[in-house]
């Protein structure tokens, strides 16, 4: 099956920064979402970009799909950002069956 | 619109019991699916279903029972718990195959 690949791992920031987190897939894909599980648990679902670029706020997200990598850009970082961000994507065509990245865990600390 | 619902949030089960954790949506999408989530893991694909009366496995299906009667209610059916499956599960649903799947709180399982 396809392969996703986060990174990093683990990313601490003071409040104000900016980031990038990257996401990594092993084949092409007709879908690919991002999420975030804030540190309740909760899995809010931040873009569905399987191509392109998208913008909300201070979030944005670009996919370059030719090339295999998608790219969560998080700018003034807030202390709420903290928490896993997911990247999942599917190649089947069937929306429900989304291959989860292992995350990205951000703490973003005053 | 309630979203995706889940019951229990918590539950703690003995080897061998079994039991069906609940997911309802109101928001008439065709997608559901059920994951599982594990400490440092990303979430694996359990079972979902394309429609009523249609379901398939997922990555992880061994253990787990679903069937989908409705639109709106997605089950999913542990038949002899084991310690093995003490882990969190989300349900999700989407509109269809290229629209963002919307996620309910979580069961938190425990299995002793």
């Known amino acids: 099956g396809i392969q996703v690949e986060q990174s990093p791992p683990d990313l601490i920031l003071q409040e104000g920064a900016n980031s990038t987190l990257r996401c990594n897939f092993s084949d092409s894909v007709n879908n690919l979402q991002w999420f975030h599980q804030n540190p309740w648990g909760q899995l809010i679902n931040l873009f569905y970009i399987p191509s392109g670029t998208k913008q909300n706020g201070r979030l944005s997200a670009t996919t370059v799909a030719t090339e295999r990598y998608s790219l969560l850009y998080i700018s003034s970082s807030q202390t709420t950002d903290s928490g896993v961000y997911f990247c999942a994507v599917d190649n089947t065509g069937t929306a429900s069956k989304l291959t989860f990245g292992t995350g990205t865990r951000l703490q973003v600390t005053l | 619109n309630a979203g995706v619902t889940q019951t229990p949030k918590f539950q703690v089960l003995k080897t061998g019991q079994s039991m069906t954790l609940q997911c309802a949506q109101d928001?008439?999408?065709?997608?559901m699916s059920w994951y599982r989530q594990d400490p440092g893991m990303g979430l694996r694909l359990i079972h979902y279903?394309?429609?009523?009366?249609?379901?398939d496995q997922g990555e992880v299906p061994n253990g787990y029972n679903v069937s989908r009667s409705t639109t709106e209610d997605f089950p999913l059916r542990l038949l002899s718990a084991a310690p093995s499956q003490t882990s969190v599960y989300f349900c999700a649903s989407s509109y269809g195959h290229y629209n963002e799947q919307f996620f309910g709180p979580g069961t938190r399982l425990t299995v002793l």
């Open positions: 279903s394309v429609g009523a009366g249609i379901t």
């Open positions: 928001m008439n999408h065709e997608y």
